[in-house]
């Protein structure tokens, strides 16, 4: 969502939590975004102030999946567009916002990156996560080192388990079906690329929500039950 705050109002809405008890809400790759406050600053941060409010109110209904930008911020790998550094302009924002608070601020949101999960499974077999290792890295990839209570140095590089699952861009089918039986699932739900209609289906295992700009897609699907790709491609809506 990079920052959309408007966006994230209308999943809110359209998740309506409170009247439904049963309802999980997934979100991922909140920060990094367009919008700035007047001295420059990245306003992202705000997405994870409202996720921090509403996990603390939805405890274990609301999920937060790491991205390849809340990675570069927690470990301080460089990610910029052109000449722009989107860790500073984000450290930025936060003290702009926070003024002498800011370390503390900042410092809470980092072991929330830490905190974050990385895969989740439903029960019906779909696997969701915010992209999925390249055939080199799927070649070494080991699912229990995304079960350690803290990863490795080595997870969280390049070529590692975790910078694999948040960084890679491998879309092909073969490599779809190669993921899906390490970790024993059926279909996948990534973020990760852009798609100019809020969504793509790139393989017949795998589809690709966006939800920054307009349109602006998620998809609402059951876990109680089994489910095919087509099904839940028609299950995909716009805000």
């Not at 705050?5 to 367009?34: C, I, M, S, W, Y």
């Not at 290792?133 to 080595?154: G, I, M, Q, Y």
């Not at 089918?173 to 059926?186: P, S, T, Y």
Request: charged share 20%; net charge negative; proline share 5%.
């Amino acid at each position: 969502m990079h920052g959309s705050v408007e966006n994230f109002r209308l999943l809110l809405k359209t998740a309506d939590l409170g009247a439904n008890p049963r309802r999980h809400l997934v979100l991922q790759e909140l920060v990094h975004g367009p919008f700035r406050y007047p001295g420059g600053g990245d306003k992202s941060h705000q997405l994870l102030d409202l996720l921090a409010a509403l996990k603390c109110q939805y405890p274990e209904r609301v999920h937060f999946l790491l991205g390849n930008h809340e990675l570069a911020q927690w470990q301080n790998q460089r990610i910029g567009k052109g000449d722009v550094d989107q860790n500073v302009l984000f450290r930025a924002g936060v003290d702009e916002a926070y003024g002498d608070h800011g370390p503390a601020i900042y410092a809470a949101y980092l072991e929330l990156f830490a905190a974050a999960s990385v895969l989740l499974f439903t029960a019906n077999r779909v696997v969701l996560c915010h992209t999925l290792p390249s055939a080199k890295h799927l070649a070494v990839f080991a699912l229990d080192a995304l079960e350690r209570d803290e990863p490795e140095p080595r997870d969280l590089l390049l070529g590692g388990a975790i910078h694999a699952m948040v960084w890679d861009r491998d879309l092909s089918q073969a490599n779809a079906e190669a993921f899906l039986r390490k970790v024993d699932g059926d279909w996948l739900i990534t973020g990760h690329i852009p798609c100019e209609r809020g969504f793509m289906v790139p393989n017949n295992r795998q589809i690709i929500l966006d939800a920054l700009g307009t349109p602006a897609c998620y998809c609402r699907f059951p876990t109680d039950r089994a489910v095919t790709q087509d099904e839940l491609v028609s299950m995909i809506s716009e805000l």
